[in-house]
């Protein structure tokens, strides 16, 4: 919950920034002001709240930010790299149905979810039974790291399909 909260606020911040708004300037009918902090401030938290995700939370509420969907991974070529690694493309596309299922079909179930980077790092570490859809049965295969920055990385690729 905490992350959440900082998340929104992060995703906050960015609104106000590209509005041009201050804390001094909300609900008044004063011009906003610029300050030398708040582009500095807005390009660090750009990072981890894209424009794209900032689009779909309202600075209404803070339980929208369980709405914003996982940032883009710090280091794309990293998480293909582990990915091809791991043979994980060998049951998994980006776009098509292979013996697993799409990436872009796991990010839909996933994204705008709380759970759902923890979910699909679980699958990756915990070797799950996964059921194909010709009715057999088998261990999902575990990758090959156990850092969690990679396995987050990686899952924000996958959540970005």
Known sequence: MKHLLIQWAAVWLVLVSAAGC??????????????????????????????????KVSTAAPAAAAKVTAAAPADIDAAQALFKRNSCNKCHSVDKTKTGPSLQKIAAKYSGKADGQEKIIKNMT????????????????VIDTTDQKELKNLSDWILSQ
């Open 126 to 141: 915990m070797a799950p039974k996964i059921k194909f859809e010709d009715g057999t049965e088998e261990e999902h295969k």
């Open 22 to 55: 201050g804390d001094r300037n909300i609900g008044s009918s004063e011009k906003p002001t610029s300050s030398p902090a708040a582009p500095a401030a807005a390009a660090k938290v750009s990072v981890a709240a894209p424009a794209a995700a900032a689009a």
